[in-house]
């Protein structure tokens, strides 16, 4: 340690005579960055506490012993546009170029729980995914994919309940059991209030309907993952690296306490929870902060929530690369962006993956688009060699040191949210909310300054630019059919036993039974989606958002 | 002393995205003029009686889910029932180039920004557009 010391202050002395160029020097979050990092910045480094092996306690190099040479990450796509039909045939096109499994992008009114013909989704349906507004429209989703042979991924946080169910259901139709669906139901409802801000139900009924999924998942769905705790969005809002990793282990954390509280056993429910990050375009940044978020996570589920089952103690995660680092001027810039995320993610040990598409800051992708980014994935896959080897830049004298780093901040965090009395009520006091505003503002600040570099948007920057990339535009008409189709089911099904259904869902709701089963009757019985949570609603009330500006 | 503009920063519609809104509810605030924001999932009866109520120069419309053809129209046409379309339209989000030249052809706004434009632009743009300053 001496002798490098003695050989540092050298180099030293020689580097300080040669001129810098003239920026900031820190990561895209606005931490600071070393010109070189030595043995020195990780002196602490006890290998056995701090990373172990792969599989094995903390995590930090992977949760499983072989990672990416047994099994190669999921590529999962997120598609969903107009309406079911169109979308059944995205996702046939997308299994058939590869993709390993399926994530349903909802449109908005499915959402926010309003039919199609609700007056507040006039001009919204089919517009950022598909509409679905009752079973029908989840049979014809799946129509010819069968859920036994497919896993699927489902966008839907305040109404995930019926959505879930109307898969569950979808799958007694084609004759597959319960027990053997496979695939996530986001159903973070805390970052909703967040960052993400497609809310319904205020937040205590919110995480009982939550607590309910995990205990019907258990008995019933056991294959299931019943939460992606998402950090995704927080960061899409604008937050810093730390704040994602901080904010979205804190849900987590708030996950496991209020199962915990609703009298499950953490070990009973732990092992189907699930994360989702963000590759945003900081590449060693991103890449520390994986590594972070499985050791704290791992250290937490064991000490503080006293977990036993080894697979509670496992941060298994999605990655999406990231939207906000999309631009919208030389599109195609876009697809090296999306490239250099991608391989952040894979360093950093994901277990399934979302690369976007070039025109994603413009419109939903074409086919032509969505391939491309597909085919990054596997060109990243099959002919880079990284998923050759387990977690290769361990021992990196920066990359540790950004890991610790990274830990060290988040702690901070973990702390500040406790002393204001937890995630719900730092909620409230909009603490979370004000944090990553003046994330973002700060972000464009340094953007609009050129403190920091955006190709093609403040820097070479072309003049006579023209698009001359092909958009996706959804036809009007698609809004009008749906309509007239939920419209139709209303008149053709057996209105009695829906009402009936809807009751005793309101009568469950009103008292402390768990909902999921009322659910699913409403669903079998061809409910809509706006008809149960119309029910839910009136029960439990909307949340209303607190100013912040 | 000139009267400051007042601005109405409003998010139309079902999305959450409301991270171009506030930046730029901050932005023309530090640049000195009144801003009332709206908040989310605001329908556009909603968003004009705000608009009246406050007495803004100008309501901005943020729209990242592709309802903009449906809302942009919507605003203004409840702008003109009520009187008060002297209030200058304008707007920012996820619109494709088409859907903007559509919308400035139909005078449903007077502007639209899309993702890359520099906060110095909108401020710039507001001053040379408005009365009150």
């Known amino acids: 340690m001496e002798e490098i010391k003695a050989a540092k202050n050298e180099w030293l002395a020689e580097r300080g005579k040669k001129k810098d160029r003239d920026i900031n020097f820190e990561t895209v979050s606005g931490m600071p960055v070393q010109d070189l990092y030595t043995p020195d910045d990780i002196k602490d480094f006890d290998y056995m506490n701090d990373l172990g092996f792969p599989g094995s306690y903390p995590y930090t190099r992977g949760v499983q012993s072989n990672m990416y040479r047994g099994r190669l990450w999921t590529m999962r796509q997120f598609a969903g546009f107009a309406t079911a039909e169109e979308s059944n045939q995205r996702y046939k096109y997308l299994l058939e170029k590869g993709q390993t499994g399926l994530s349903v992008a909802f449109d908005m009114p499915t959402i926010m729980g309003y039919d199609s013909d609700h007056p507040r989704s006039l001009g919204e349906v089919g517009r950022v995914g598909v509409a679905i507004d009752s079973l029908e429209d989840m049979e014809t989703l799946f129509r010819d994919i069968p859920l036994d042979k497919v896993s699927t991924s489902m966008t839907t946080n305040a109404p995930a309940a019926v959505l879930w169910c109307l898969y569950i259901a979808t799958g007694e139709k084609q004759g597959v059991p319960s027990e053997k669906l496979t695939g996530t139901i986001q159903n973070d409802i805390l970052k909703e209030y967040i960052a993400q801000k497609s809310w319904i139900f205020p937040p205590e009924p919110s995480m009982r309907l939550i607590t309910n999924i995990f205990e019907y998942a258990a008995k019933h769905v056991p294959k299931w993952n019943t939460v992606s705790i998402s950090g995704y969005h927080i960061r899409e809002a604008g937050s810093t690296a730390v704040q994602e990793l901080a904010f979205t282990l804190a849900d987590g954390f708030a996950y496991v306490e209020a199962g915990i509280e609703a009298g499950l056993n953490v070990d009973d429910f732990a092992p189907r929870l699930s994360f989702f990050f963000n590759s945003h375009i900081d590449f060693f940044e991103e890449i520390a902060k994986y590594r972070a978020a499985r050791r704290i996570w791992a250290r937490r589920m064991k000490e503080k929530y006293g977990a036993k089952n080894p697979k509670s103690l496992l941060l298994r995660f999605h990655t999406q690369t990231a939207g906000c680092s999309l631009t919208a001027q030389q599109p195609e810039n876009n697809i090296v962006r999306t490239a250099y995320e991608a391989m952040a993610a894979v360093l950093g040990g994901t277990q399934s993956l979302h690369t976007n598409s070039m025109d994603e800051v413009l419109a939903l992708p074409t086919e032509k688009a969505v391939q491309i980014a597909l085919r990054t994935q596997q060109i990243l896959a099959y002919e880079t060699g990284v998923a050759n080897v387990i977690d290769p830049l361990a021992g990196s004298y920066y990359v540790e040191a950004l890991t610790n780093k990274m830990e060290e901040e988040a702690e901070k965090y973990f702390e500040e949210i406790e002393r204001r009395g937890g995630v719900l009520a730092a909620i409230d006091q909009n603490f979370f909310q004000q944090e990553i505003a003046d994330a973002a503002y700060q972000y464009q600040r340094a953007i609009d300054k050129k403190q920091r570099i955006q190709v093609g948007v403040n820097e070479f920057i072309d003049p006579d630019e023209e698009l001359d990339i092909e958009i996706l535009t959804i036809d009007p008409e698609i809004e009008r059919r749906q309509v007239q189709k939920v419209q139709k089911l209303r008149r053709e099904r057996n209105n009695l036993l829906v009402s009936d259904k809807l009751d005793a869902l309101r009568q469950a709701a009103m008292g402390t039974e768990n909902m999921i089963p009322y659910i699913l009757d409403c669903v079998r019985a061809y409910a809509t989606e706006g008809e149960i949570i119309q029910t839910l609603r009136e029960v439990f009330g909307e949340y209303k958002e607190k100013p912040t500006f | ?133």
């Open chain 2, 1 to 133: 002393m000139a009267k400051k503009i007042r601005v109405l920063v409003a998010k139309p519609g079902l999305d959450g995205h409301d991270r171009g809104a506030r930046v730029i509810a901050r932005a023309l605030r530090d640049a000195g003029m009144e801003v009332v924001y709206t908040g989310l999932h605001q329908t556009p009866e909603q968003i004009v009686e705000a608009a009246i109520q406050e007495d803004v120069d100008i309501v901005g419309l943020s729209i990242l889910s592709g309802a903009h053809m449906t809302l942009f129209p919507r605003v203004c046409e409840l702008l003109k029932e009520n009187g008060a379309d002297d209030i200058i339209v304008m707007g920012g989000g996820t619109i494709p180039e088409a859907d903007v030249k559509a919308l400035k052809e139909g005078g449903y706004a007077a502007e639209i920004f899309t993702p890359g434009t520099t906060i110095e632009t909108i401020v710039e743009w507001i001053h040379s557009n408005t009365k009150s300053s």
